[in-house]
């Protein structure tokens, strides 16, 4: 059965990106360890879900519009649903699902194009709020990285007791230290 895991890396203040939307400063430490880590993760992936914001980063800063290719490499066949206020270019190849609204319209369609493998959310904390929100958010995988930014896009701007979050592992992944939490609905 799938399960919707918000798995992303966030700094040691609690946010995903700088005041740009930029992931410079993930780029900025080294983290092989925390790449053998994220690839066992990203095995257990059948569908990712991301932001539009995430989305067009992740498009820039890889040029995949222009080197479509490098999609396939990083995320491979998966379908990829991008909630978007607006329309946006996609990428060759690539299986995006361009989707508006509320996250409880598309969980279902979402879930299926996991095909039994798990959902990842890639970003934004908002996106993972919103599941959160809805009791569709089973876990939270963080790779916590030796930065701080003082502001930015906030790791998950949303209030979630602890009542709710079970911490079921640590490890130390070179500079990085993943943590690994169940989320009760």
């Known amino acids: 059965m799938s399960r919707v895991v918000y798995a992303t890396a966030t700094t040691l203040d609690g946010f995903l990106a700088d005041d740009h939307h930029s992931l410079d400063w993930l780029l900025a430490v080294p983290s092989e360890e925390t790449m053998a880590t994220f690839g066992r993760f990203l095995d257990s992936v059948g569908a990712q879900v991301m932001g539009s ?41 690539a299986d995006l699902r361009f989707v508006a609204g509320s996250v409880v319209d598309h969980i279902d369609a979402i879930i299926a194009s996991a095909a039994g493998r798990d959902v990842w959310i890639t970003g934004g904390g908002d996106l993972a709020g919103q599941f959160a929100d809805a009791g569709l958010l089973d876990e939270v995988r963080l790779s916590i990285a030796p930065v701080t930014l003082g502001g930015g896009a906030p790791l998950l701007p949303r209030r979630i007791a602890s009542d709710r979050l079970t911490l079921r592992d640590v490890e130390r992944a070179g500079q990085f230290v993943d943590l690994v939490y169940s989320v009760s609905r």
């Open 53 to 93: 914001s995430t989305f067009e980063w992740v498009c820039a800063q890889e040029r995949l519009r222009e080197r479509p290719e490098t999609w396939r490499d990083a995320f491979g066949d998966r379908a990829t649903w991008v909630f978007t206020g607006r329309e946006r270019a996609g990428v060759d190849g």
